[in-house]
């Protein structure tokens, strides 16, 4: 099985990449799609939530930058569209001037 990623081409807005990841469903996603490409139905599964939530989670997180997109191709020849988290790490540091948020990205 390979996948071809799709890069977003947007720079989201920190406090956004926060606000989607108040969600529980769209946290698991993340933490999900980590150690590889997962399909909406593989994540569905995964998160115990309708299709329509898990969709409207995925499409958040790719707004936000922090999952990608890809086809996932089968040893069958058969291809899917698949998602795949695309950071490693985000840090939130609190100061006097507000609110920093700093993100590392996965590296391939």
């Given at each position: 099985?390979?996948?071809?990623?799709?890069?977003?081409?947007?720079?989201?807005?920190?406090?956004?990449?926060?606000?989607?990841?108040?969600?529980?469903?769209?946290?698991?996603?993340?933490?999900?799609?980590?150690?590889?490409?997962?399909?909406?139905?593989?994540?569905?599964?995964?998160?115990d939530s309708s299709?329509?939530?898990?969709?409207?989670?995925?499409?958040?997180?790719?707004?936000?930058?922090?999952?990608?997109?890809?086809?996932?191709?089968?040893?069958d020849g058969s291809?899917?569209?698949?998602?795949?988290?695309?950071?490693?790490?985000?840090?939130?540091?609190?100061?006097?001037?507000?609110?920093?948020?700093?993100?590392?990205?996965?590296?391939?």
């Amino acid at each position: 099985m390979q996948a071809s990623n799709t890069p977003s081409e947007s720079t989201p807005e920190p406090s956004a990449q926060l606000d989607v990841l108040g969600d529980e469903c769209a946290r698991t996603i993340l933490v999900a799609t980590r150690d590889g490409p997962k399909t909406a139905k593989e994540l569905t599964k995964r998160t115990d939530s309708s299709s329509a939530t898990v969709y409207r989670r995925i499409n958040n997180l790719l707004e936000s930058n922090l999952l990608a997109e890809c086809v996932r191709f089968d040893d069958d020849g058969s291809h899917t569209t698949a998602y795949e988290a695309t950071i490693d790490t985000l840090q939130v540091q609190i100061g006097g001037d507000g609110i920093n948020v700093s993100v590392s990205e996965i590296d391939d």
